[in-house]
């Protein structure tokens, strides 16, 4: 068990409905991370939040959405789904509060299945 | 765009040391070479970092050659479980965590 925790473990949906993964990082963490990796794909970064606040953004499609509470946890909400969005989706936390080595710690990941 | 390049595969045989290369020739002073591994669509698992030194924890040993440009991770005695896809990746206060493609690792009897 990393710390990171992630809901729900798997999920299938249709096509055109929306979907929210929730992510709680490990105690004391403020940054959240979500990833996503599609079959046999690497791992692409989506979006990350510091202490409730979007911190850096990636590949992350207009559909995607994420915010990070006040309790520090995170969701990552997907609409309009497509049969392209079936893929693994990743929460990481770290404790980086200033400039130097950062150690992401990875949930087990949300497997999503769009049918 | 990565920032490193590391071989597709490679074996090892079960009980010898794993030694994984990556090269980062364009890394910066501020950049930490970081290793992670990726076990069958689990999530990924933090392995070592290091900025100039040598580093060394219960799991594996980094060596960082001297101009920093290549590093190799070492497994001192790979077992069936260490079979997994390996990232190098070097990260410094700006950007984020960005995966390339790894080494696949496969461990063999």
């Known amino acids: 068990d990393s710390g990171v925790t992630q809901t729900p473990k798997h999920l299938i949906t249709a096509t055109g409905q929306r979907v929210t993964l929730r992510c709680s990082p490990r105690?004391?963490?403020?940054?959240v991370y979500w990833y996503q990796q599609s079959l046999d794909q690497g791992l692409q970064f989506l979006i990350q939040?510091?202490?409730?606040?979007?911190?850096a953004k990636g590949n992350i499609l207009e559909r995607f959405s994420a915010q990070q509470f006040p309790d520090l946890h995170s969701e990552l909400n997907l609409s309009s789904l497509e049969l392209g969005d079936s893929a693994l989706y990743f929460c990481?936390?770290?404790?980086?509060?200033?400039?130097?080595?950062?150690?992401?710690?990875f949930g087990a990941g949300s497997r999503l299945t769009v049918l | 765009d990565a920032k490193t390049t590391q071989p597709t595969s490679m074996d090892c045989a079960e009980g010898r040391a794993a030694n994984l290369p990556c090269n980062h020739s364009?890394?910066?002073?501020?950049?930490?070479v970081y290793w992670y591994r990726q076990i069958h669509s689990q999530g990924p698992q933090y392995i070592i970092h290091?900025?100039?030194n040598n580093e060394t924890n219960e799991m594996a040993s980094l060596i960082i050659t001297e101009d920093r440009k290549s590093s190799t991770l070492i497994l001192p005695h790979a077992t069936l479980r260490d079979t997994a896809v390996y990232y190098c990746?070097?990260?410094?206060?700006?950007?984020?965590?960005?995966f390339g493609k790894g080494t696949k690792l496969s461990v063999k009897p």
């Open positions: 990481a936390s770290s404790a980086q509060t200033r400039a130097g080595a950062n150690v992401l710690t």
């Open positions: 105690s004391g963490d403020l940054s």
């Open positions: 939040y510091y202490n409730g606040e979007e911190r």
């Open positions: 364009t890394i910066s002073g501020n950049e930490y």
């Open positions: 290091g900025l100039k």
């Open positions: 990746i070097v990260w410094g206060s700006q950007g984020n965590l960005i």
